[in-house]
């Protein structure tokens, strides 16, 4: 048998219902949308990845809609007919053709590592040099914009024992009115539970400076990009000065902007997104400079459906330096999902699937019924 082929590559664009609204500092979530990806193979093996963002173009710079059409305009003419197998010199050839676009690049790049495992009968982590763990931590995300439906929330989620860590978004009020709600949270939950705090970059450096203070007098364990994502040299200023570490999330994009900010000293952490890099392959790159610098890792979210946080979970499963585990709980915000088996939560963790590939099966029924028409 020779060498297998890309035939076809299909995106369809499905929108899924959220389990209430997610409120972030630059939009509410009351549905996510998610661009998947099906890479048919002249084998008949057929891999798939997801491209999502958050809010349409309110916090990355590619659209549900825009990935779909750089895809069936750009990408699949350039990728039919190539040899399937090798990731490395599919994304070569496409970053050689196709500027930036890396939440694009990490959906087809998944699905080239999903096409690939399941025609050496392997998981992804294992054609990533292999797993570490086959579960990861998982916090959970408070983000209802009400205090006293938060401290329910995570009340219900400890007693039941799915989590025991918490992220608070802020950043949508006065920075008295946050800091007010977030520690009324904290203070609540107790000292045993983790809280950590996203600002999505709403702050000043100034506010930042006096509201990290509130924040880490009032016990929180951890905060995420406070400023906006440009200001480097800012976020090296704040990670000096606090004790509570400080995370780098949309700063630390691409594999270049992990070096820079490793040379700045721009953040104790480094939030990992396979969207924001352009692939799995760019994550263990960018891990490699954190374990270089000594900088803590956390495995984040564009809050993905199933395939995308699969996806995730399979490289990020690869890393020494998960010190601050994972927010991987994308497919937990959906009321349904697409794949035919759905991913198992439980004592705070996530259980990577561990069939071939990503280890997953879309459900096309249900593709269709969430397909946008
Ligand atoms: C972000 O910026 O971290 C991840 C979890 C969540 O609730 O929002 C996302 C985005
Ligand atoms: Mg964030």
Same mark, same amino acid.
């Given at each position: ?24 500092s630059?939009? *509410? ?7 998947? *990806? ?11 990845g ?5 809010g ?9 809609e ?15 007919g ?5 990731a ?16 694009v ?6 699905a ?6 399941k ?13 570490i763990t086959?579960?990861?931590?998982v ?7 009400d ?6 929330e ?10 025991h860590t918490?992220? @608070? ?9 946050d ?6 949270i ?8 983790k ?19 509130q924040?880490?007098e009032?016990?929180?364990?951890l ?9 480097f040299?800012? @976020? ?6 606090f ?17 820079k ?5 721009g953040?104790?952490?480094f ?6 890099s ?14 270089g ?8 979210t ?5 395939i995308g ?22 497919p @937990? ?19 990577i699937?561990?069939?071939p590939?990503l ?5 096309l029924?249900?593709?269709e019924?969430?397909?946008?028409k």
């Amino acid at each position: 048998m020779g060498e297998a082929f890309i035939e076809r590559i299909e995106a369809v664009i499905v929108d899924l219902p959220t389990i209430r609204p997610h409120l972030l500092s630059m939009a *509410v979530m009351r549905k996510q949308t998610m661009v998947i *990806v099906r890479l048919f193979c002249s084998d008949g093996i057929e891999g798939l990845g997801e491209a999502t963002t958050i809010g349409g173009l309110s916090y990355g710079d590619e659209s549900p809609e825009g990935m779909k059409l750089t895809i069936d305009t750009y990408v699949a003419p350039l990728l039919q007919g190539k040899p399937a197998g090798s990731a490395n010199a599919l994304m070569a050839l496409l970053n050689y053709h196709i500027q930036g676009n890396y939440f694009v690049k990490s959906a087809l790049e998944t699905a080239v590592l999903d096409a690939q495992g399941k025609r050496l009968g392997v998981p992804v982590a294992a054609l990533l040099g292999g797993a570490i763990t086959q579960t990861l931590p998982v916090l959970w995300t408070l983000a209802s914009g009400d205090t006293t439906k938060d401290i329910q929330e995570a009340q219900n989620l400890i007693s039941s024992g799915r989590h025991h860590t918490f992220k @608070l978004k802020i950043g949508r009020n006065a920075p008295k009115t946050d800091i007010a709600h977030v520690s009324a949270i904290k203070a609540t939950l107790g000292s045993d539970i983790k809280v950590t705090v996203d600002v999505n970059q709403a702050w000043s450096e100034g506010v930042a400076k006096q509201g990290i203070a509130q924040l880490q007098e009032a016990g929180i364990d951890l905060i995420e990009q406070p400023i906006i994502k440009s200001n480097f040299e800012g @976020l090296a200023r704040l990670t000096h000065y606090f004790r509570v570490p400080i995370m780098a999330d949309e700063a630390a994009g691409t594999v270049a902007d992990a070096f820079k900010l490793a040379k700045l000293g721009g953040g104790s952490v480094f939030a990992l997104k396979i969207a924001k890099s352009g692939g799995l392959i760019n994550i263990q790159k960018q891990a490699a400079i954190a374990l270089g610098a000594g900088i803590s890792l956390y495995g984040g979210t564009m809050l993905e459906g199933t395939i995308g946080t699969v996806a995730s979970a399979q490289v990020f499963s690869t890393l020494p330096n998960l010190d601050w585990g994972t927010e991987l709980f994308g497919p @937990l915000l959906l009321t349904d999902d697409i794949v035919k088996k759905r991913v198992t939560y439980a004592n705070g963790g996530l259980e990577i699937p561990q069939g071939p590939g990503l280890g997953l099966e879309l459900d096309l029924n249900q593709v269709e019924k969430y397909k946008r028409k």
